[in-house]
């Protein structure tokens, strides 16, 4: 019998060595990863070139001969015809800063308002452009969650404006005017009339809600910093 107190060598503990990629597994997840980088760049680079061709198009042949550089340089200058609209509202804007240009503006859009369809056009755009460009307003700052398209159904939405017209005077509780988008093309979707009180105010900036929104609950809001958070 052999001694009890006699050590016994343990046996050796094998370790399966981890299974290395295939060659068509890294080239595939390689693939992906640059295209995960390159998408994102490239469209944004092909949308902001779109945009300045369409704008160079249409305003380059509006520019006066003897001002187009492009006719003095044996080569075209890309983002001319953006740079003549900046410099067009800029100057636009100061005209209309004084009492001889806002006298003539309220000259033209007294003859507009002569128009029944174009004044209806004109005075909806030019609110909306009002409300958008002002500096102290708050409409799309808040991102929200609403019931919908029923009860137990939660959807983001941003609030566009109090509500102070004939449709609160109409209601019980205190309501806002609510656009809700759709996805993945938030520029289209619903204006909703919802109470106050049975809505749901989130943290995240209209930047992750749309960002969210567009696509499709893919990107986490948490992942950004939030609304208030602490600087």
């Given at each position: 019998?052999?001694?009890q107190?006699?050590?016994q060598?343990?046996?050796?503990?094998?370790?399966?060595?981890?299974?290395?990629?295939?060659?068509?597994?890294?080239?595939?997840?390689y693939?992906?990863?640059?295209?995960?980088?390159?998408a994102?760049?490239?469209?944004?680079?092909?949308?902001?070139?779109?945009f300045?061709?369409l704008?160079?198009?249409h305003?380059?042949p509006?520019?006066?001969?003897?001002?187009?550089?492009?006719?003095?340089?044996p080569?075209?200058?890309p983002?001319?015809?953006?740079?003549?609209?900046?410099?067009?509202?800029?100057?636009?804007?100061?005209?209309?800063?004084?009492?001889?240009?806002?006298?003539?503006?309220r000259?033209g859009?007294?003859?507009?308002?002569?128009?029944p369809?174009?004044?209806?056009?004109?005075?909806t755009?030019?609110?909306?452009?009002?409300?958008?460009?002002?500096?102290?307003?708050?409409?799309?700052?808040?991102?929200?969650?609403?019931e919908?398209?029923?009860?137990?159904?939660?959807?983001?939405?941003?609030?566009?404006?109090?509500?102070?017209?004939?449709?609160?005077?109409?209601?019980?509780?205190?309501?806002?005017?609510?656009?809700?988008?759709?996805?993945p093309?938030?520029?289209?979707?619903?204006?909703?009339?919802?109470?106050k009180?049975?809505?749901?105010?989130?943290?995240?900036t209209?930047?992750?809600?749309?960002?969210?929104?567009?696509?499709?609950g893919?990107v986490n809001?948490?992942?950004?910093?939030?609304?208030?958070?602490?600087?």
């Amino acid at each position: 019998m052999n001694d009890q107190n006699e050590t016994q060598t343990p046996e050796p503990i094998f370790v399966e060595p981890a299974k290395r990629l295939s060659f068509l597994h890294r080239m595939r997840r390689y693939f992906l990863t640059g295209l995960v980088v390159a998408a994102p760049i490239g469209i944004t680079i092909y949308i902001g070139w779109w945009f300045i061709t369409l704008v160079d198009d249409h305003i380059k042949p509006l520019i006066p001969t003897a001002y187009n550089p492009e006719n003095y340089l044996p080569f075209s200058i890309p983002g001319l015809g953006v740079v003549t609209v900046v410099i067009f509202l800029i100057i636009l804007g100061a005209l209309t800063a004084n009492l001889f240009g806002r006298a003539l503006i309220r000259f033209g859009e007294r003859i507009v308002d002569r128009m029944p369809v174009v004044r209806s056009v004109y005075g909806t755009l030019k609110q909306i452009f009002e409300t958008v460009i002002a500096q102290d307003t708050k409409s799309f700052s808040d991102v929200v969650l609403v019931e919908y398209p029923r009860k137990g159904i939660w959807a983001i939405a941003f609030v566009s404006a109090e509500n102070k017209s004939e449709i609160q005077t109409k209601m019980e509780h205190e309501v806002v005017n609510l656009f809700l988008p759709t996805t993945p093309n938030p520029t289209s979707g619903f204006l909703l009339f919802v109470p106050k009180k049975d809505l749901i105010y989130l943290d995240m900036t209209p930047d992750q809600g749309a960002k969210y929104v567009i696509s499709a609950g893919l990107v986490n809001p948490d992942d950004l910093p939030r609304k208030n958070a602490k600087k």
